[in-house]
């Protein structure tokens, strides 16, 4: 990809990466891509905002050329240390050694213990500026969101905000705009990112975002670090962010569930059948089958979350223990849930289950059921009057 013109004088200048499949080591899964932002503006004193990733440099050292020497650079905005935004700092501070690299003072902590360099750090704080010619450069302090280093770039005059990891996606597109690519695929993996990195900072993130309501600034384009570029309708992103930042979910259920021979997969579509009966939607996933973080961004969608697996070494399969460990870690706040099972001797997992779900912070609105073996006629229809019970649960207020 070659520069793209945000504005005049202001031009990404980073890189598309079409084939990355997992993000964080193996810990994210991105089925469709990624992009790794970094922003160049053209003024008395030229400024790169962000890097991208190592395997990059030569993408975006190209790209810069393309549009300036890198060595006449003077400021290098570093709004986050980790290394997919910060990975190519080396090679621009080996190209421009007297340029300034401008970071909170968690972030100078990062990246002097990342990289070693001995480079000229210039430390700034919310509320701090820095004139670059006809411009001024503004920051947001961001800690947590998502890492403690994290800060927002603000360019006043031209009303756009880089905001780094805020407000990004995983997937790789030919173009840069909103206006340019589907935009269900785009905000399917901006809730997804949200759902698997931000989740356990949503409290933050509704604070951050009236904070900055309250600072009246006026945002004409968000630039975020992955993904693309919103300048059609910024405020469309800054809504969903306030929306997923609110505790609860939908007018619906998740069940995740795994079996062995198929009697914890009738449960489940039993129950699934009562919570519909109930009038809630639901979305049946099973553990050992579906994308962990896709179960993750659809449990972030839902106000419930029904689990169960048949017991096997008296305990849960490890495929539902997994995910469940994972949100333990996230910890989506204003759930309903409840567990189940099948067993043969012994049934175990629906107890683990709950406490699984306990330890979410869920509020459990449902004994665990459990069936031996495989269910009955009876048993069937008990399915479905629980998962009635937990759908009536999902629709109260």
Not at 227 to 247: L, S, T
Not at 251 to 270: H, Y
Request: contains cysteine; glycine residues 8%; proline residues 6%.
């Amino acid at each position: 990809m070659y520069p793209v013109e945000l504005a005049k004088g202001i031009y990404w200048v980073g890189a598309v990466d079409w084939n990355i499949r997992s993000f964080h080591g193996p810990a994210l899964s991105t089925h469709r891509g990624t992009t790794y932002n970094a922003y160049l503006i053209l003024d008395e004193h030229p400024t790169l905002v962000d890097t991208v990733w190592g395997p990059f440099t030569e993408v975006l050292m190209r790209n810069v050329t393309k549009v300036i020497d890198p060595a006449k650079l003077e400021y290098v905005v570093a709004n986050h240390v980790e290394t997919d935004h910060s990975g190519a700092l080396p090679a621009i501070m080996a190209a421009a050694p007297s340029a300034k690299v401008v970071c909170s003072q968690r972030g100078r902590d990062g990246l002097r213990k990342h990289y070693f360099g001995d480079w000229h750090y210039q430390v700034v704080k919310t509320g701090d500026s820095i004139s670059i010619g006809r411009r001024t450069l503004s920051f947001v302090e961001a800690p947590m969101l998502h890492w403690p280093d994290s800060m927002f770039t603000y360019l006043v005059e031209d009303q756009i905000l880089m905001p780094n990891d805020a407000f990004g996606q995983h997937i790789a597109t030919g173009f840069r705009f909103d206006d340019q690519v589907r935009m269900d695929e785009v905000m399917e993996e901006a809730q997804k990112y949200y759902a698997n990195i931000l989740t356990p900072f949503s409290p933050l993130v509704a604070r951050k975002l009236e904070e900055v309501a309250k600072m009246g600034i006026p945002i004409k384009m968000i630039a975020p670090s992955h993904g693309i570029i919103w300048r059609q309708n910024p405020g469309h992103i800054v809504d969903a962010y306030a929306k997923w930042a609110r505790p609860g979910g939908d007018r619906s259920c998740v069940i995740l569930f795994d079996t062995m021979w198929g009697a914890t997969r009738r449960m489940a579509e039993e129950i699934g059948q009562g919570i519909v009966d109930a009038g809630a939607d639901v979305k049946i996933l099973r553990a050992s089958a579906t994308d962990t973080n896709d179960i993750i961004a659809e449990v972030h969608k839902a106000k419930g979350l029904v689990a169960g697996a048949p017991t096997v070494n008296r305990g849960m399969l490890v495929h539902v223990a997994k995910v469940l460990d994972e949100l333990v870690g996230l910890r989506p706040a204003g759930k309903v849930a409840a567990a189940f099972g099948s067993y043969g001797w012994s049934g175990e997992a629906p107890p683990e289950i709950e406490e699984k779900l306990r330890k979410i912070g869920a509020e459990i609105v449902a004994e665990p059921l459990k069936v031996k073996w495989v269910p009955d006629d009876t048993e069937i229809q008990s399915c479905r009057e629980w998962g009635r019970r937990i759908g009536e649960a999902v629709l109260r207020e």
